[in-house]
């Protein structure tokens, strides 16, 4: 196997320097039918960036079969799966982001985001913006330590870009600013500020109860994919919590080290939290690795009426073909939507759960909207 993997390793490399051979590849990709294109799009990619996971080679076949890498192959843990075929291809997720990304001008910038919602008159479901700091110059009714002082808590959030990054959480206790739970002044808080970047000065929201007990050193945002059939209501394909950790920080991105635990849409429980470790491995948590609180089987207060309500929200959200939204569950057992994705890296959170093309409904959206499956 060693021997297998060097030999693969110098075809990688032979490849990686030879860009007509990669184009030729690259071509090919878009002209074959389903699964041949999938097959190509996951053997370029492993081909050029390295294979990151020692797997027999008949596994390797039936992952590149399936159109996955070699990470998420053993992520999805599809060696014991039953139904392999259900789990949507590197290359259809890809193909999904330019079919499926009407609008996404309205969900890259948040700004924009904020205005369309207020257009909508769905401005009581999003967090209130206080102003906009631009140039590293905050413009705002009040000065920033001002407003600081006015609110106890507020998060300085960048406009754009996606993965938690940026985000600027500040807080007045004991007297003290807190910068992301550290000990500063204004002039630290204004050192932290890109000046290069545009933040939107927004309300900190307070979480449910329960997920104040699971993590309360971050927000922990419930992630929902929706999909927008033509002459449909939208509907939930996938939902899961994301949970933050010590690793995390202040975020609860899988990407800086969060958890995802999986929710049962009809009864709002959680299934035990994944935690991504090195690439193909993860580790499962029935309790928070750093509170020790329960996560598996614990059911979100009142679900089928937050369920029920953001679908109706949905109703008049209908400019969009599919969005990854970030909800946040409040303490009053209601919610506040953060912000909208079209652009999803590869449904990883969601996948590492279940199949995405379990259900029926979700297949055929695909199918219709012309996403190879």
Not at 250 to 268: F, M, W, Y
Not at 320 to 328: A, K, N, S
Request: hydrophobic residues 35%; glycine residues 8%.
């Amino acid at each position: 196997m060693v021997q297998d993997l060097t030999k693969i390793d110098q075809i990688r490399k032979n490849l990686s320097n030879n860009g007509p051979i990669v184009g030729l590849l690259s071509g090919l990709r878009y002209l074959s039918p389903p699964p041949l294109n999938g097959v190509i799009h996951v053997v370029i990619k492993e081909l050029t960036n390295g294979l990151k996971v020692d797997l027999p080679l008949k596994h390797r076949i039936k992952a590149y079969k399936l159109g996955l890498p070699s990470d998420k192959y053993c992520e999805y843990g599809i060696k014991k799966s039953s139904t392999p075929n259900l789990y949507l291809s590197e290359f259809s997720a890809q193909i999904s982001y330019s079919k499926l990304g009407k609008n996404e001008a309205l969900l890259s910038d948040k700004e924009k985001f904020y205005e369309y919602m207020c257009k909508k008159n769905l401005r009581k479901f999003t967090p209130t913006v206080y102003g906009i700091i631009k140039n590293g110059i905050y413009m705002g009714e009040k000065n920033l330590l001002g407003l600081l002082n006015e609110k106890g808590r507020i998060v300085l959030k960048p406009s754009k870009g996606s993965g938690g990054k940026g985000i600027i959480f500040c807080e007045i206790k004991n007297h003290y600013i807190l910068i992301n739970g550290k000990k500063g002044k204004m002039e630290n808080l204004n050192s932290n500020i890109e000046k290069s970047c545009r933040y939107l000065v927004m309300e900190y929201c307070k979480q449910a109860d329960f997920l104040q007990k699971i993590y309360p050193r971050s927000a922990n945002t419930v992630r929902i994919l929706t999909l927008y059939p033509e002459y449909e209501d939208p509907f939930i394909a996938h939902a899961y919590l994301r949970i933050g950790t010590n690793k995390s920080g202040r975020v609860d991105n899988i990407s800086q080290g969060g958890l995802t635990a999986e929710i049962d849409l009809e009864t709002g429980r959680l299934s035990s939290a994944v935690e991504f470790l090195s690439p193909g491995e993860i580790k499962l948590h029935e309790k928070h690795p750093d509170t020790g609180s329960q996560i598996k089987n614990v059911s979100i207060p009142k679900w089928n009426l937050i369920k029920n309500k953001f679908l109706n929200i949905n109703q008049k959200l209908r400019d969009f073909d599919m969005v990854v939204w970030d909800v946040l569950l409040t303490k009053k057992e209601d919610f506040i939507i953060l912000e909208g994705n079209n652009k999803c890296p590869h449904f990883r959170g969601s996948q590492v759960h279940s199949p995405l093309l379990e259900k029926r409904k979700t297949r055929e959206f695909f199918r219709t909207n012309g996403i190879p499956i």
